[in-house]
């Protein structure tokens, strides 16, 4: 059973800085791209981030505008998600999903039960 578990949510001011981790287990975690989705109050879930499997092709959502960056370890089974210069706008449920296939142009299949962000002004 695949199981995907975000940690590192929590409440920061506006432009600070904050990283989220996502660890994948029950299947291979090197075959498959990962991404960071988020679902703000009252919007429906949007599209983040996301790596593919060999770690050569990233995607970022235009509102990122450089503030995140995404690590990801295969070794470790992690990927994190560096937040820098957060607005109250990234206030959101933050999911971690993990891809059908090794490109992140393919479906997710699996996603994580959310960690909360909240930035205050």
């Known amino acids: 059973q695949v199981r995907v578990v975000e940690s590192g949510g929590g409440l920061v001011q506006a432009g600070a800085s904050l990283r989220l981790s996502c660890t994948a287990s029950?299947?291979?975690?090197?075959?498959?791209?990962m991404g960071w989705f988020r679902r703000a109050p009252g919007k429906e879930r949007e599209f983040v981030a996301a790596?593919?499997?060999?770690?050569?092709?990233?995607k970022f959502a235009d509102f990122v505008k450089g503030r995140f960056t995404i690590f990801r370890d295969n070794a470790r089974r992690t990927m994190d998600l560096q937040m820098n210069d957060l607005e109250p706008e990234d206030t959101a449920l933050y999911y971690c999903?993990?891809?059908?296939?090794?490109?992140?142009?393919?479906?997710?299949?699996?996603w994580g039960q959310g960690t909360q962000v909240t930035v205050s002004s």
């Open positions: 999903a993990q891809y059908r296939l090794g490109s992140y142009e393919s479906a997710v299949e699996y």
């Open positions: 029950g299947r291979s975690f090197t075959s498959y791209a």
């Open positions: 790596m593919n499997w060999n770690k050569e092709k990233t």
